[in-house]
């Protein structure tokens, strides 16, 4: 069964603080995305990891990819309240056909 | 530039009605892709089109759902006999290449 996991669902964090979302998937696949989603809005393409070992960053945010361990980080450095959204990992199992998407990580930054 | 377009941005039907949702992509992405999302759950695949063509109808969750694509650009997904557990957004993305897919506003599905 192709599966995406995140955890945490739900993140509360203070400004300032750094903390890492975790994406694991079932079966092999080297092509997984990031996607930020503000309430009531689409889904915004944040990263997309085409390799094993694949860092990006952009601004506050960086993202990597471990294709042997099925892993995917989302790693946030020093929060700002900006960040606040619900935030989508995705995996290409198929060759672009569909990406299965994990829950969501819903992200409150306090100031 | 232009991006994804959906239309119409909320649908309330009532139960047992027909809906039809509208998908207009970026012009020239060849890929077309139907996704369902359920409040406050992630996204379910239901369709994808290449051309004009659906390779992998796998998704669609029932006989009552159907797609269309025509001239390689506007897309429609079809309910009939709509229920209430097809309350949804019903988002729709495009793509050049099968490394992207950018994302439309989507359609919020009402059914009462």
């Known amino acids: 069964e192709l599966k995406v996991e995140q955890n945490p669902l739900f993140l509360s964090m203070q400004e300032g603080k750094n903390y890492t979302i975790y994406c694991n998937y079932s079966t092999t696949s080297d092509r997984l995305y990031w996607y930020r989603q503000d309430p009531g809005k689409s889904l915004e393409s944040l990263f997309v990891l085409l390799s094993n070992g694949a860092v990006k960053q952009e601004g506050r945010l960086m993202a990597s990819l471990d294709t042997k361990a099925r892993l995917s980080t989302l790693h946030i450095t020093a929060a700002v309240h900006d960040l606040s959204a619900t935030y989508f990992c995705?995996?290409?199992?198929?060759?672009?056909?569909?990406?299965?998407f994990g829950g969501g990580t819903r992200l409150m930054v306090k100031p | 530039g232009a991006g994804v377009s959906q239309s119409p941005s909320n649908k309330v039907t009532e139960k047992g009605k027909d809906v039809e949702l509208r998908c207009d992509p970026i012009s020239g992405h060849t890929a077309l892709y139907w996704y369902r999302q359920r409040l406050g759950q992630g996204l379910e695949f239901l369709i994808y089109f290449q051309g004009n063509s659906a390779p992998d109808k796998s998704g669609l969750p029932s006989d009552r759902f159907s797609a269309e694509r025509t001239g390689e650009s506007v897309s429609t997904l079809t309910i009939q006999r709509t229920q209430q557990e097809d309350s949804a957004v019903y988002l729709c993305?495009?793509?050049?290449?099968?490394?992207?897919?950018?994302f439309g506003p989507g359609t919020r599905l009402t059914v009462t």
């Open positions: 993305a495009s793509g050049r290449s099968s490394y992207e897919q950018y």
């Open positions: 995705a995996v290409d199992f198929n060759a672009g056909n569909m990406l299965t």
